[in-house]
């Protein structure tokens, strides 16, 4: 089947509807439509590496306000395997979520994982973090995987180049980043599947734009912005956003990988995004910390011993509408696993909220790259 027959095909199912825009950023509202619903734009993604948001049941994570999650194609590749998963009758059944998926391609294992692979022009060779055995990715492969799991977008596999790196490193990861994009593209053939492709460059401005170019002209369903948050300072990582971001194909949805702090969402909202992931909010959640106003509150600290206000008086997710400071302090000290699942419940909201908030924001007319809604004058503030 031609590759321009199957994203025609494709485009009937994945459509991006842009709403509104704001004036004076590139600030966008949108929808995105997939074969399991469709995403209000801008929106942060949960992470579910291994098929599941860690700690949270899939009836908790739609109550979070949770559209879409993402999932990862090596880990589920390694264990349970993507023919189980296909069987089951794909992710979706498997991990009982019915709203849209995406799942990475791996790709940023080859970055995590740097120490125990070899990268080639044909794929990477990896050592099995779990076993020590040795096992070949290749992009051809990695898109297989994906198709057989059934996820609603499909990650093109790529090489994320390290911070720092020379220019003739990051030439040649993304040069790679081309090749094998053009290897899933000729692979991908579910028609009830998007494929995403990455623009990479690193922290260099003509890499970057020959890479938006390249990744363009390819006109998939969407497109990402990768290898940022790769150990860059943040002023770099902003610099790469404002360059990248409203250059990017303005008819479909631009993710922004690996991102999930509030001022960097709210810097790449002003710039054209629209998707988001990053483990942060259960991360945090897992170490005893909750986000209040943008803040992070650690529940560890005695002081919360006899304060019996809810974490978040502005927040009616089950945490906050049930539970005091001092149950989730007593609950954090003695390392019970209900407290972890409700600050991490909590902090999902918390994102959810302020992805809401900045929509609410843009269809106001008053967005722009320092958003707060708790300190807004917009009626996001009174919905916050």
Known sequence: MPIWYQYICKKLVFDFNLKSSCPNTFARVGSFSTP??????????????????????????????????????????????????????GIHKFMNW??????????????????????????????????????????????????????????????????PASVSEVQEATRRTHQWLEKCAKTHIKNDQALFGIVQGGC???????????????????????????????????????????????DKPRYLMGIGTLKEMAIAVANGMDLFDCVIPTRLGRHGTALVNGTKVNLRNSRFSNDYSSLDET????????????YLHHLIRNKELLGLTLLSLHNLSHLARFTSAMRQSIEEGCFSEDFAPWNSHSKAHHTW
Do not use: W
Request: net charge negative; glycine share 10%; aromatic share 6%.
């Open 36 to 89: 399991h619903g469709d995403i209000e734009t801008p929106r942060f993604m949960p992470v579910g590496t291994l098929g599941t948001v860690k700690g949270v049941t899939s009836d908790q994570l739609l109550k979070t306000g949770a559209e879409m999650i993402l999932a990862n194609t090596f880990h589920l590749h390694l264990q349970p395997g993507e023919n189980i998963i296909e069987s089951a009758g």
């Open 315 to 326: 927040c009616i997710c089950e945490t906050c509408s049930n539970y005091s400071r001092a």
């Open 98 to 163: 019915r709203k849209p998926i995406l799942t990475d391609s791996g790709g940023f294992q080859v970055f995590s994982l740097a120490k125990l692979n070899k990268i080639d022009d044909q794929g990477v060779a990896f050592q099995n973090p779990r076993d020590g055995s040795y096992l070949y990715l290749t992009p051809e492969k990695a898109i297989e995987i994906q198709m057989a799991l059934g996820s609603d977008v499909a990650m093109a596999f790529d090489q994320c180049p390290p911070f």
């Open 204 to 250: 260099y401005s003509d890499l970057r734009e020959e890479s938006l170019r390249i990744v363009s002209s390819f006109d998939l369903p969407g497109i990402a912005i990768g290898g940022v948050s790769v150990g860059e300072p943040v002023e770099e990582m902003h610099r790469i956003v404002r360059q990248i971001g409203p250059l990017l194909p303005s």
